[in-house]
C-alpha cells in the first residue's frame, strides 16, 4: 500500500479538526424554535387554569419548562406588538404606532412598515451562522413604491426563507367562496386580453411600416377596449378577500385569494420541512400562527369538537398543530438542542362576536382585553419556554417578563451582541429562567396604546413582591360596565373615548391581579410615594424617545398601485398551491 504524504495527512487532520470545530460551534448554539398565536387569551390554556377547552400539547410543553405567569406584551394590538417582538423595542421607538384609530397596517396596499433601520432577532441570528425562517402571519408592511418592490418583505429583517400570509385575516377571507369558476374565466379573459393586446400592437406596426391600411380608430378602440376590461375586472373584486388574503412563498405569491382553510395545515408542513431541511445546522424559526385571529378558519375535522362553539375549535385545532411541530422536533432528534418557545402576541378580542356566538377569547381573571393599552388582560399573555436539561422542567415564575426579552434572550444563548446604537428595552432572561436570579431585570414597563402611553408598571428591586401599576388613562367601555367597547368594536386610545386620570388609578397587581379596586391614600400609605416614582420613572423614559414618523398614521392611506399581484393588474387571481406541492423543496433565499 502507498504510503500518503505529510500534505494529505495534515489535509485529513484539518478536515477531522474542522468538523470537529463545527460539530462544537453546532452544540453551543441551540436551535431556536419561536411560537406565536394570534389573539389567544391566556385564559384558554389549561396550563393557565382553562378546564373546558383541550389544549394537551401546550399544557405538555408548559410540563418540560417554564410557565411565565406574568408575560406582557408591548402592545396590545398586532402589528405594535408584534414589531416590540422582532426587534425588543417598544413600538413608539420604532414608529410602528398611531396618533389616529388605525393602529395596524391597514392593508397591503399601504405603504406603512417596519423600518429597515431597525434590528430583528433573525437578523442578530442571522450573523451567528443561523438559518432563518418565518412561517405564517407577517403584518409588518410589504411595499413601499410599487407592488412589486416588497420593501417590507420578511427577507429584508435577516430572515432567509419566508412562506406565509403578509397582511392578517380578516372577515372577508372565510369563509371563501368557491373560485374554480373565477379562476377558469380569470384565465380565459387575460388570454382575451392578450390577443388584443397582440392584434394592436401588430396593426400599430403594419399602419407605421405602410404594409397594411387601418383606421385609427379602429386600434384606438381596441386599446380601449382593453382598459374598460381591466377596469370592469377590477372594479368587481372590491373586497379585501382578493387583495389582501392571500400567500406568498419567498417573493412570489401562490395563492390570491387563499383558501383560509387549508393555510394552517400547510404552515405546519412547511414548518415540519424546515425542521428536516435544517436539522444538522442551527437554525431560528418563528411559527406565526393565523389561528385564532377571526373569522376562525377550521378545518371540517375540528368543527363542532369543543365546549366554545367556533372559537374552542379553533383554539383546539391550533393546539393540534402545535403537537405536530412538537412531535417533528422530537423526531428529528433536535429535542434537547432545541429551544421552544410559546406566547401570544396579545390578548383576546372581546368584542368579536357573531350575533350571540363569541368568536374572541377569554383573559381569565384579567381586566379589559385587545385594543386596550394598559387593563391586564390586553397586555398580559402565556410564556413558555422549553430546554430540556438547561431549563429546569415543570419550574413557574411570576416575575414580571416581557415579549420584548426575547431579542436579547436568543441574542444571549446565540453568543451574539445587541446593537449598541438603540435603545433595547428588553432583557436577557436565561438567569430568570435558569434560577440564577431571584427577579425580573424589568424596573419599570411602560403600556401604550397607539402613541398614548396608558399605564406604567413599577416593579420595586425588593422582596415585597409588590408589583404597582399606574393607570394615566383607560377606555371608555360601551355600553357602561360591559367590561369592552362594543360599540366601536376595539377600544381607543385618545380623545372622548377615554378618562384620563389625575392622579393615576393605583393598583398593586399582586393583591389585586383584577384590577378591581384602585388604591387611595386612604387605603395604601404608599400611593403618594408610588405615584412620585412612577412620575419619575415616565419622565426619564420619555427623555429617551426619539421622533421618528409614525408609520401607522402618516403612511397608512392605501395606494392602489401597492396592492399585490400574482399576475399582470389587474388580473391577479392564481392558485399555484397544488402545482407548488407537487414540486420539490422550495429553494431558499441565500
Known sequence: MRPRSPLVFMSLVCTFLNTCQAHRVHDDKPNIVLIMVDDLGIGDLGCYGNDTIRTPHIDRLAREGVRLTQHISAASLCSPSRSAFLTGRYPIRSGMVSSGNRRVVHNLAVPAGLPLNETTFAALLKKQGYSTGLIGKWHQGLNCDSRSDHCHHPYNYGF??????????????????????????????????????????????????????????????????????????????????????????????????????????????????????????????????????????????????SKHGLYGDNVEEMDSMMGKILDAIDDFGLRNNTIVYFTSDHGGHLEARRGHAQLGGWNGIYKGGKGMGGWEGGIRVPGIVRWPGKVPAGRLIKEPTSLMDILPTVASVSGGSLPQDRVIDGRDLMPLLQGNARHSEHEFLFHYCGSQLHAVRWIPKDDSGAVWKAHYVTPVFQPPEAGGCYVTSLCRCFGEQVTYHNPPLLFDLSRDPSESTPLTPATDPLHDFVIKKVADALKEHRETIMPVTYQLSELNQGRMWLKPCCGVFPFCLCDKEEELSQSQAPNEKR
Not at 174 to 202: G, H, K, M, Y
Not at 208 to 220: A, H, K, Q
Not at 279 to 293: A, Q, Y
Request: net charge negative.
Open 160 to 305: 432567509d426563507y419566508y412562506y406565509g400570509m403578509p397582511f392578517t385575516l380578516v372577515d372577508s377571507c372565510w369563509p371563501d367562496p368557491s373560485r374554480n369558476a373565477e379562476l377558469t374565466f380569470e384565465s380565459q379573459l387575460w388570454l382575451c386580453v392578450q390577443l388584443v393586446a397582440i392584434a394592436v400592437l401588430t396593426l400599430t406596426f403594419g399602419k407605421l411600416s405602410g404594409w397594411v391600411s387601418v383606421p385609427l380608430l379602429l386600434i384606438f378602440s381596441m386599446i380601449l377596449f382593453i382598459f374598460l376590461l381591466g377596469y370592469a375586472w377590477f372594479s368587481s373584486y372590491t373586497s379585501p378577500l382578493y387583495w389582501d388574503c392571500l400567500l406568498m412563498r419567498g417573493h412570489e405569491i401562490t395563492e390570491q385569494p387563499m383558501k383560509a382553510e387549508r393555510a394552517g395545515s400547510i404552515m405546519v408542513k412547511e414548518a415540519i420541512s424546515f425542521l428536516e431541511r435544517h436539522r444538522k445546522e442551527p437554525f431560528l424559526l418563528f411559527f406565526s400562527f393565523l389561528h385564532v385571529h377571526i373569522p376562525l378558519p377550521t378545518t371540517d375535522d375540528f368543527i363542532g369538537t
